[in-house]
């Protein structure tokens, strides 16, 4: 009996035994990776980008085809890295944590935390007029006399225009000082200080060489000593050529750019390098995610550890230019916040190599580095900040709304583009109509703020954006704000489009127009009359015009038109308007000294199309090279 | 340059009569199932397959129009008659693209309507799987909106783009037509002892000059072998902005003036050379 017990015993043993061994197999695997402001889990995260790769990884325009890099952070820990791809797809080299890409604007922000740095010193006032610390007469051709200050160029509205002079050097021993690079391309200044936000290389380059005139160093060696240095940044250069750092230096030269030839189906491998940022404070850092995650979480860190004060680091991260009235920031010195689940401050990237970014959220001290190398598609630096920072609740500022904003019609350009010059023509290339960026389905929500919303069809998740408008007293729009770059409503767009359209529809009249006269002539039909000779300089005028214009605008595509070419065309054009001028005059007045009226139609349409060209050469300034 | 009106309705009048003569009409029978089948499709199916006709009709037109004259060998009968050579020229400019502008607008009202009636949800409806025809919409939609056009406004440039083709198609043809009609022939096979004519017509050389040079350029550029792209870069650039413009009509303007300066260059140097061509 007590034998038959101590079995049964065993057994229930056993069974219980048994029974709780397997729970654990059957239950499931808890997430206990840290939870992110977008309510996603690292480890969701995680597999959200290793999905947007794999599904992603392709040959049309906007896939994955190169390497990423990607690094979450919280505070003072690193939650997760990833490398994906390869930096060398020829010889097979994947990428991975001695990788170096480059860091593009972002670079911006080390002008920016040194400023501020410089500012609780006391060495500068973000107020005054940096005219102050430049050498004398340092600007060449500004249009306005308002001051430019610290805070217009964090906020980029001290009001210049796009640089058309080329801003990357191809051969590294052209690269002067910074001084000498930036006064070379200095650009016209075409809104007046604080008017207007209009991205801009050039400014912030001023910016950083006002540290340099300050701190009487080079900014590059300030910034090694005051930022990289004290963060332990040990693998990211800054010069032009990278030789500040010599990991750098070799890693970059080894790392290969792609972008996507989707005709092809393959990509195109743009080399290692092919340019140098003569203005580097703008965009010439690069370096590893280790070090870019470095510098994200000491701009999170509660110690400030850049600064002398917490509160430096505060005043950073505050305000400097809001969305129309409302206290919506847009621009926090330097630093672009984005509304998405949290607001998150950061900058983004881009070159010719490589796209970047860098945004973080000083509350929940989340952050998240990402740098890819190919310039152009390929949206996963978009993509992963919102799986980790969520996207902006249309009800967060838009529960109240006002209506749609049904004022907001026509054509508008990008105020970051070229205004006055020889490419004037250039936004109206790229002019936007407001239905298309959705004007028309905007809320008011107060303020000056409006909202975008959009619906996914699949899910029914809503996302929105916010934008700001700029009126006048009477209400009339003078911009259309988005980070970074406003958008300026243009005045009788279809009418400038139409001229320039005429401009080369009456150059390629005027190549038929001389093919007829040949013809003509062989025929031993032409008639020579009064004024036929000048019609022809006419004619020659109109196309050379065309084809200098074309010719412009291809330099334009290429980076930059070079000041000698510039005066080139310039010249050139200056010669086709005055040809054009004299022709037209000469048609009208022997068409009214005409006795038998026989070439009245000759005169009539080639003293009109002489006087169209004549028109848009001098609206579009396309003789203009100088102060542009 | 005086233009006898009288006389033009003369010649376009004898040019009518001798179209419709004749047994074997084969360009007639031709033109008939070609309309036939691609305004059918256009009407049926989609409208933007119809706005090829337009472009297609012009390799036509001279061929067919002029058959009767070629095969009978009455185009020497002109230079005996009392009227000048330019004005045989003016006429059957006149006549062609008068002919052209008018099946044009048909062609273009009729897939108008299509666009609008959509009777291809007639055929769709009832076939097992299918939408009402939506996708035909569809598509014209998604890719207007790509282009920044509303659905009519693509239609609208697509049609003139290929009507502009088709004005610079028929100045060639009727220039070559002008110079030696014989070259014809051999599209028309009335050559007697069956041989084609060796020698190519000019409007075969334009034809295949509008067809292979941009595409030898288009893949030069896509194989980054030419570095036109830059070049390029400016007309693609106006072509959008233009696209976009006054909903496409701005760039058929383009491409129309573009057109009618073409024809207004083949018809000088037609007159001229016709006027010294030993008949």
Redesign the interface.
């Known amino acids: 009996m007590k034998h038959l017990l101590k079995k049964a015993a065993a057994l229930l043993c056993t069974g219980l035994l048994m029974i709780n061994m397997s729970l654990p197999v059957s239950a499931e695997e808890e997430d206990t990776s840290p939870l992110l402001p977008s309510g996603m889990t690292v480890t969701e995260v995680e597999k959200a980008f290793d999905d947007y790769i794999r599904l992603n990884t392709g040959t049309s325009d906007d896939d994955f085809m190169g390497a990423a890099l990607v690094g979450i952070f919280q505070g003072d820990e690193v939650l997760f890295t990833g490398f994906y791809g390869e930096t060398d797809k020829e010889h097979g080299v994947k990428a991975d944590e001695n990788s170096c890409f480059e860091w593009g604007s972002i670079t911006k922000t080390f002008i920016w935390v040194s400023a501020l740095q410089l500012y609780e010193q006391g060495k500068i006032d973000l107020n005054k007029d940096v005219r102050e610390y430049l050498p004398e007469d340092f600007f060449r051709h500004l249009s306005y006399d308002e001051p430019i200050t610290m805070l217009n160029l964090m906020n980029h509205n001290a009001g210049w225009q796009e640089t058309v002079k080329p801003i990357m050097n191809k051969d590294a021993s052209t690269i002067g000082s910074l001084r000498d690079e930036l006064q070379a391309v200095e650009p016209a200044q075409v809104h007046r200080p604080g008017e207007v936000t209009a991205y801009s290389n050039y400014g912030a380059g001023v910016a950083g060489y006002v540290i340099e005139c300050i701190t009487g160093e080079s900014f590059c060696d300030y910034v090694h000593e005051h930022i990289f240095e004290p963060l332990g940044m040990e693998h990211t250069a800054l010069n032009p050529t990278h030789s500040d750092n010599a990991f750098v230096f070799e890693k970059r030269s080894q790392m290969h750019s792609y972008s996507i030839?989707s005709?092809?189906a393959h990509a195109?491998d743009k080399g290692s390098n092919t340019g140098y940022v003569g203005m580097y404070p703008a965009g010439a850092a690069c370096g590893t995610i280790g070090d870019m995650m470095i510098y994200g979480q000491a701009l999170v860190d509660e110690s400030a550890p850049l600064f002398e004060h917490p509160e430096t680091q505060e005043l950073l991260f505050s305000a400097t230019s809001f969305y129309g009235g409302s206290d919506i920031p847009i621009c926090c010195h330097g630093f672009w916040p984005t509304e998405c689940s949290v607001r998150i401050y950061g900058h983004t990237g881009g070159t010719h190599f490589g796209q970047a970014d860098l945004e973080i959220d000083p509350v929940s001290k989340v952050g998240i580095a990402v740098m890819v190398n190919e310039s152009s598609g390929n949206h996963f630096n978009n993509v992963t900040a919102e799986l980790v920072f969520g996207t902006l609740d249309p009800d967060k500022y838009g529960a109240t709304t006002y209506g749609k904003a049904t004022d907001i019609k026509g054509?508008f350009m990008p105020a970051r583009s070229t205004h006055v010059g020889m490419t004037r023509l250039d936004p109206?290339?790229?002019?936007i109509?407001a239905e298309?960026f959705g004007a028309d389905d905007m809320d008011c929500i107060g303020s000056g703020l409006l909202q975008l919303t959009q619906e996914n069809a699949e899910d029914g998740t809503r996302a929105a954006a916010l934008l700001g408008e700029i009126r006048t007293p009477d209400n009339k729009l003078v911009a259309l704000q988005s980070p970074s770059n406003d958008l300026i409503p243009v005045k009788a767009?279809?009418l400038h489009?139409?001229l320039?359209?005429a401009f080369?529809?009456v150059g390629?009249?005027a190549v038929?127009m001389m093919?007829?006269r040949r013809?003509?002539r062989k025929?031993g039909?032409w008639e020579s009359y009064a004024g036929a000779g000048f019609m022809t300089i006419g004619r020659i005028g109109r196309l050379l015009s065309a084809v200098l214009?074309?010719a412009t605008?291809?330099f334009v595509?290429?980076g930059g038109i070079p000041a000698a070419t510039g005066a080139v065309i310039g010249i050139g054009q200056m010669l086709c308007l005055a040809a054009c001028g004299i022709a037209a005059v000469i048609c009208i007045v022997s068409l009214l000294r005409q006795k038998e009226k026989a070439h009245t139609v000759q005169y009539l349409l080639c003293s009109g199309a002489n006087v169209i060209t004549v028109t848009a050469i001098l609206f579009f300034e396309m003789y203009r090279f100088w102060n542009v | 340059m005086k233009i006898n009106w009288s006389l033009m309705r003369e010649i376009i009048r004898v040019d009518r009569i001798t179209m419709q003569g004749g047994k074997g009409n084969n360009m007639k029978l031709i033109l008939i199932v070609c309309s036939g089948l691609f305004g059918g499709l256009g009407f049926f199916v989609s409208p933007l397959m119809g706005l090829y006709l337009p472009f297609l009709l012009a390799g036509f037109f001279v061929p067919m129009l002029f058959q009767n004259e070629i095969k009978y060998h009455s185009t020497r009968l002109w230079a005996l008659l009392p009227i000048r050579r330019r004005d045989l020229v003016n006429a059957r400019f006149l006549m062609v693209y008068g002919l052209y502008a008018i099946v044009s607008t048909v062609i273009y009202l009729l897939m108008v309507l299509a666009l609008y009636l959509r009777p291809w949800r007639l055929i769709y409806t009832g076939i097992e799987g299918s939408s009402e025809g939506v996708e035909n919409t569809e598509i014209v939609s998604m890719l207007a909106s790509k282009l920044?056009l509303s659905p009519i406004g693509l239609f609208n440039l697509l049609f003139f783009a290929c009507t502009a083709l088709g004005i610079v198609w028929i100045a060639t043809s009727l220039r070559s037509y002008f110079r030696d009609e014989s070259i014809f022939s051999s599209a028309l096979q009335l050559g007697k002892s069956g041989k084609r004519k060796k020698k190519q017509s000019g409007s075969e050389i334009v034809l295949a000059l509008i067809i292979v040079v941009p595409t030898l350029l288009w893949v030069g550029m896509?194989?980054?072998i030419l570095p036109a792209g830059?070049?390029a870069?400016?007309?693609l650039?106006?072509g959008?902005?233009?696209m976009?413009?006054?909903d496409g009509f701005?760039l058929a303007?383009?491409f129309l003036?573009?057109a009618i300066?073409?024809a207004?260059?083949n018809y000088?140097?037609t007159v001229?050379e016709y006027?010294?061509r030993d008949l």
Do not use: P, W
């Open positions: 030839n005709m092809l195109i054509y109206y290339l790229f002019a109509n298309q767009y279809t489009l139409a320039l359209t080369i529809l390629v009249a038929y093919l007829i013809k003509l025929a039909r214009m074309v605008f291809s595509v290429s | 920044g896509v194989t980054e830059k070049v870069a400016v007309f650039y106006l959008m902005q233009l976009q413009a006054a701005l303007a383009t003036f573009c300066f073409h207004l260059y000088i140097a001229l006027d010294v």
